[in-house]
C-alpha cells in the first residue's frame, strides 16, 4: 500500500532549518546527503532539507515546499497506474545524489511527486510532535484529486471541501490513513504542512522569548483553530493539539 513517507523542502541554508526543526519540533536526524542537503523525522515522515542549487532540488527550484514521497511497494504497479491515469506522464529518474527517491511525477503543476520502492529511511511510528497535513497549491485540483486516488490509491476525506467555479474545485483533500493533503488553488500562503504538538501557545510563547526581533516566527494568525507560523526561512506551518487532521475517512488525528 503506497505511504506519504516524504516532505521535503528546499532551504537557502538546511542547516540553520536543521538547528530550528530538531529544537522546536523534536526532529532527529537521518541522514546529509552528498550534496549538502540534510534528512530529519518525526518518526515517521522523512523531512528532506534540500540545499538551493544542488543536484537534488535542481538548478531552477526556489526556496519553499518542493515535493512529497510515497514510499511504494512496486515500481512498475505505479507505472502501470500512471499509463491508466494518463499515458503522456512520465517517471523521471531522480540523480544519484538522491538517497532515498528513485523516480519522479510531475503532475497538473503543484509539488512534485517522488516515489521509492526502496522506502525513505524511516519505519518508526508516529508520535507527538509530528506532521500530519501537508498542503500545496496546484492549478488543477480535480485532476490531482483523482491522480493522487487512482495512483497511489488515497481516500478523499470530507475537511476543507472547496466550493467549485468555472475552473472546478477550488479545495479538497485526501489521506492515506497517516498523513493529509489538501490541494488549494494556488494563492499566497497556500503551500503549508501541519504539525500536531501539544500546547502550541506555549510553543510560540518560548519562541517569542528566542526570536523577540522575529515576530514573524511567534505572531499567530487564526488563533484557536490552528496556529499559523512562519519557520526561519519563512515557510508556512500550522501548529494544532485538539483540533488535528483528518488522516482517514472520518478519522481524526488529534491531542485530546
Not at 113 to 140: C, F, M, T
Not at 146 to 174: L, Q
Request: aromatic fraction near 8%.
Amino acid at each position: 500500500m503506497p505511504r506519504v513517507k516524504q516532505m521535503a523542502i528546499v532551504c537557502r541554508s538546511p542547516e540553520v532549518m536543521r538547528e530550528y526543526y530538531r529544537r522546536w519540533f523534536g526532529l532527529e536526524d537521518v541522514c546529509r546527503s552528498s550534496d549538502g542537503s540534510m534528512f530529519l523525522t518525526d518518526g515517521y515522515l522523512n523531512i528532506g532539507l534540500i540545499k538551493q542549487g544542488s543536484p537534488i532540488a535542481g538548478a531552477a527550484a526556489e526556496p519553499g515546499m518542493h515535493h512529497i514521497g510515497f514510499h511504494v511497494d512496486s515500481l512498475a504497479e505505479i507505472e502501470q497506474r500512471i499509463e491508466e491515469f494518463d499515458p503522456s506522464i512520465r517517471m523521471e529518474r531522480r540523480p544519484p545524489e538522491d538517497p532515498y527517491s528513485q523516480f519522479r511525477i510531475t503532475v497538473s503543476g503543484g509539488l512534485a511527486v517522488d516515489i521509492s520502492e526502496q522506502g525513505y529511511g524511516v519505519d518508526g511510528q508516529k508520535r507527538v510532535p509530528g506532521i500530519r497535513h501537508i498542503a500545496h497549491g496546484d492549478p488543477n485540483v480535480d485532476r490531482k484529486l483523482s491522480f493522487y486516488a487512482k495512483v497511489f490509491a488515497m481516500d478523499e476525506v470530507e475537511v476543507n471541501v472547496g466550493g467549485t467555479d468555472e475552473g472546478g474545485r477550488t479545495r479538497g483533500c485526501v489521506a492515506d490513513g497517516f498523513v493529509n493533503i489538501c490541494l488549494v488553488r494556488p494563492r499566497e500562503g497556500a503551500n503549508h504542512f501541519g504539525v500536531l504538538i501539544a500546547e502550541p501557545v506555549g510553543v510560540t510563547a518560548r519562541m517569542k522569548e528566542v526570536y523577540p526581533t522575529r515576530p514573524e516566527l511567534w505572531e499567530v494568525t487564526r488563533p484557536g483553530v490552528e496556529a499559523h507560523i512562519l519557520d526561519v526561512e519563512r515557510n508556512n506551518l500550522s501548529l494544532s493539539a485538539t483540533r488535528g487532521w483528518e488522516v482517514a475517512p472520518g478519522v481524526w488525528d488529534k491531542l485530546a
